[in-house]
């Protein structure tokens, strides 16, 4: 059996970040578990992908499945033949439903007796025609915390099936799914490269992606990250604030990244520090900047998807959109502060919590007496500060 070389790329809407890493672990692992269950032998399976694509290649995949030799045990010889020796129904029946004659039938002892069966070598297929099969299993069985339906079909997935790449031994492994039918072809970056090109082969594939403005390899997008933020935040004296969930989110968010550094107005800086490190994580994916002592700086470092001719255009964008995170979060924290937590109690008389259960005020209530309580067994004396 020759091994032949196999990818296989799934080309959707930009699908959310944090459901990468998952979706191609799971890819991973249905891919295994499939060819382990078709016996097809096979060497590493690599997978990769950005928020546009999920990759999956494996560079030793044999060309068909082995033949296997198969004993199928029949009724007992007292069951499938008389006292003369002549097959009953019941013997000519298993025959028949084994396709062979009733002189092919082999006799074999057992714990329990001796019983009639068949030996039968049964021809391994073409991996290429079971792919087909397999191919729209693999993607059904992708796990997504949750998934959409479009257009007018009932197939449901993470976000809309633009292509389908599917290659064995540079072949193309014909199937559809969803309304998208397999080919040769696979796309760019949306942007840089949105012309559609045809792929020979894995290395062919990966040789021209790179040339169409994908970085395709999480490991090597991350650290380009990585780098470019670090760089950018000494071009202003500083050091990035290390996030490596952030990290990992940025790095799902992009195919092409290229960091650049804002700034915002310092009076900015006597908020707390976690709510500016929150602001710009949470709503706009910014890195935080601190000086050698662990101060926050005015500035902050975003990865852009795209290398624009004037990167301080991007720059000043991402500013504007900052401004206003900040002057939002400045006057919610003000008008925070100006009711104590104390004066919010009232308030929860007036929620109900659950019909059977009371209000919310109820509930803190009974956590508050059962942390009493608690504190008195674990900690003495500390119930008076619980309680609070």
């Known amino acids: 059996m020759a091994m032949k070389e196999f990818i296989f790329e799934i080309g959707t809407e930009e699908i959310p970040a944090g459901f990468m890493p998952p979706a191609l672990s799971s890819l991973k692992s249905i891919a295994a578990e ?14 990769s992908g950005t928020p546009r694509r999920m990759v999956l290649v494996i560079r030793e995949l044999s060309d068909r499945q082995p033949d296997i030799t198969e004993e199928t045990m029949g009724p007992s010889v007292n069951v499938a033949f008389d006292a003369d020796g002549n097959p009953t129904k019941a013997g000519m029946g298993f025959a028949r439903s084994r396709g062979v004659e009733v002189g092919d039938l082999l006799r074999v002892t057992t714990d329990k007796g001796e019983y009639i069966a068949v030996k039968q070598t049964i021809k391994g297929r073409p991996t290429k ?33 633009h292509w389908l790449l599917a290659l064995f031994g540079g072949e193309i492994i014909e199937f559809e799914y ?42 090597v997008r991350k650290e380009m990250i990585r ?12 050091k990035v604030l290390e996030d490596e969930d952030l990290l990992n989110t940025v790095n799902f968010l992009l195919e092409l990244p290229t960091a650049v550094s804002g700034t915002f107005e310092e009076h900015y800086l006597e908020l707390p520090r976690e709510l500016l490190i929150l602001t710009m994580k949470t709503h706009q994916k910014y890195f935080a900047v601190v000086d050698d002592a662990g101060n926050l700086m005015n500035y ?15 720059a000043k964008g991402n500013e504007r959109v900052l401004r206003a995170r900040l002057s939002d979060a400045s006057f919610f924290f003000v008008e925070d ?52």
């Open 178 to 219: 969803a309304g998208a039918n397999s080919g040769n072809i696979s796309r760019g970056h949306r942007f840089h490269a949105p012309a559609s090109f045809e792929v020979a082969g894995v290395e062919d594939y990966f040789k021209k992606i790179s040339e169409a403005s994908v970085i395709i390899d999480p490991a």
């Open 337 to 388: 502060q100006k009711k104590p937590l104390e004066e919010h109690l009232e308030g929860l008389k007036k929620v109900v919590f659950q019909s059977k259960l009371g209000t919310s005020y109820e509930k803190v209530e009974r956590f508050t007496a059962n942390a009493t309580s608690l504190a008195g067994s674990i900690c003495p004396g500390s119930e008076a500060t619980v309680g609070r």
């Open 227 to 238: 780098e470019q933020v670090a760089a950018e935040a000494a071009k202003v004296g500083g």
């Open 34 to 47: 499939a060819l382990q269950a078709a016996r097809i032998e096979h060497g590493e399976i690599e997978t």
């Open 129 to 161: 025609e079971l792919l087909k099969e397999e191919l729209p299993r693999w993607l059904s069985k992708l796990p997504f915390r949750k998934s959409m339906r479009w257009g007018s079909g009932e197939v449901a997935f993470v976000r809309p099936i």
């Open 300 to 314: 902050f470092i975003t990865v852009s998807n795209t290398r624009a001719r004037d990167m301080s255009v991007v």
